[in-house]
């Protein structure tokens, strides 16, 4: 199996409320940042990546954005909502217990083995869209095999970023990148152990 992150990011990081409303993420005022950002080519990407998967896997509070946007979306809505709606998903969660969007199992407790479990169990693709925390964790534990990051033209200036302030380290090979027509670009990565650094 093999685990792929997406996520989209501003130039300065930013991660937070890449497409939403302010609504959906009370006391920031800069959500929905990336939504103007995307093209035809670039949603094309998208839909080709979730397309390609045999299994998602989020933290818990995308798992609810995206259950109750994606979630109530008819056959036929979408590429996107048909592939969530299709394929089995994961969340990784120690308080949820009845996630109610169809195909979901619960990973609570030791979620390194539980994913050492599905390593062994499923084939393809696991992907991860959104979910910083989980992310950040995954690759913490070097459970990462591909990130993909969709970097958006626009420094937001605030709000959470995909990787801290301070964290743990990490070298990354680029594999393939490409830009779109309104400069949201595509970069792919895959984890390289720990970095080099200068030595004076």
Same mark, same amino acid.
């Given at each position: 199996?093999?685990?792929?992150?997406?996520?989209?990011?501003?130039?300065?990081?930013?991660?937070?409320?890449?497409?939403?409303?302010?609504?959906?993420?009370?006391?920031?005022?800069?959500?929905?940042?990336?939504?103007?950002?995307?093209?035809?080519?670039?949603?094309?990407?998208?839909?080709?990546?979730?397309?390609?998967?045999?299994?998602?896997?989020?933290?818990?509070?995308?798992?609810? @954005?995206?259950?109750?946007? $994606?979630?109530?979306?008819?056959?036929? %809505? #979408?590429?996107? !909502?048909? &592939? +969530?709606?299709?394929?089995?998903?994961?969340?990784?969660?120690?308080? @949820?217990?009845?996630?109610? $969007?169809?195909?979901?199992?619960?990973? %609570? #407790?030791?979620? !390194?083995? &539980? +994913?050492?479990?599905?390593?062994?169990?499923?084939?393809?693709?696991?992907?991860?869209?959104?979910?910083?925390?989980?992310?950040?964790?995954?690759?913490?534990?070097?459970?990462?095999?591909?990130?993909?990051?969709?970097?958006?033209?626009?420094?937001?200036?605030?709000?959470?970023?995909?990787?801290?302030?301070?964290?743990?380290?990490?070298?990354?090979?680029?594999?393939?990148?490409?830009?779109?027509?309104r400069g949201t670009t595509v970069q792919v990565y895959r984890p390289a152990g720990k970095p080099t650094y200068a030595v004076d």
């Amino acid at each position: 199996m093999k685990l792929t992150t997406m996520t989209q990011v501003s130039v300065d990081g930013v991660m937070q409320a890449n497409g939403g409303p302010s609504w959906l993420d009370p006391g920031f005022d800069r959500g929905g940042w990336a939504r103007g950002l995307f093209d035809t080519e670039a949603l094309a990407y998208v839909e080709q990546v979730y397309q390609r998967a045999d299994a998602f896997l989020f933290g818990r509070r995308t798992f609810e @954005l995206f259950a109750e946007y $994606w979630g109530v979306m008819p056959p036929g %809505s #979408g590429s996107i !909502a048909d &592939a +969530l709606n299709t394929t089995p998903k994961y969340v990784a969660s120690n308080t @949820l217990t009845d996630p109610q $969007w169809a195909d979901t199992t619960v990973l %609570s #407790g030791d979620l !390194a083995a &539980a +994913l050492g479990e599905l390593r062994t169990t499923l084939a393809g693709e696991l992907q991860v869209h959104g979910s910083g925390v989980l992310v950040r964790w995954l690759l913490e534990h070097d459970l990462v095999d591909e990130v993909i990051l969709m970097v958006c033209p626009v420094v937001v200036g605030r709000g959470t970023r995909l990787f801290p302030d301070d964290g743990p380290d990490l070298a990354l090979d680029l594999v393939d990148s490409r830009a779109f027509t309104r400069g949201t670009t595509v970069q792919v990565y895959r984890p390289a152990g720990k970095p080099t650094y200068a030595v004076d």
